[in-house]
């Protein structure tokens, strides 16, 4: 069984940056799809970015181009760096992950979720 843990969150200011991490215990995640959400107070849990590979990896339109995913199969861990950072970037974020192949939102582990705050 695969546990996720997330840290990284915090309070920054608009225009600032986070990097959020997620570390994998247990059994490998090499043949899973990695992924961040967010969910903000009211509103239904969203995609925010996923990684299989360094070359197939997904981005929400509202963060293309400002929030990058990256992974590290040999440590088991997956980063998302968050620039240009936004007051409606603020969410609850969790790592997730689903084995590769599975249909899109079938995320079968969750970490705890990290607060991220973007507010002056």
């Known amino acids: 069984q695969v546990q996720l843990v997330e840290s990284g969150g915090g309070l920054v200011q608009p225009g600032g940056s986070l990097r959020l991490s997620c570390a994998a215990s247990?059994?490998?995640?090499?043949?899973?799809?990695m992924a961040w959400l967010r969910q903000a107070p009211g509103q239904d849990r969203e995609l925010v970015a996923a990684i299989y590979t360094a070359s197939s990896t997904y981005y929400a339109d509202a963060v293309k181009g400002r929030f990058t995913i990256s992974r590290d199969l040999a440590k088991n861990t997956v980063s998302l760096q968050m620039n240009n950072l936004k007051p409606e970037d603020t969410a609850v974020y969790y790592c997730?992950?689903?084995?590769?192949?599975?249909?899109?939102?079938?995320?079968?582990?969750w970490g705890q979720g990290t607060q991220v705050t973007v507010s002056s």
């Open positions: 997730a992950l689903k084995p590769r192949g599975a249909p899109p939102g079938a995320y079968s582990t």
């Open positions: 247990g059994r490998a995640a090499a043949n899973y799809v």
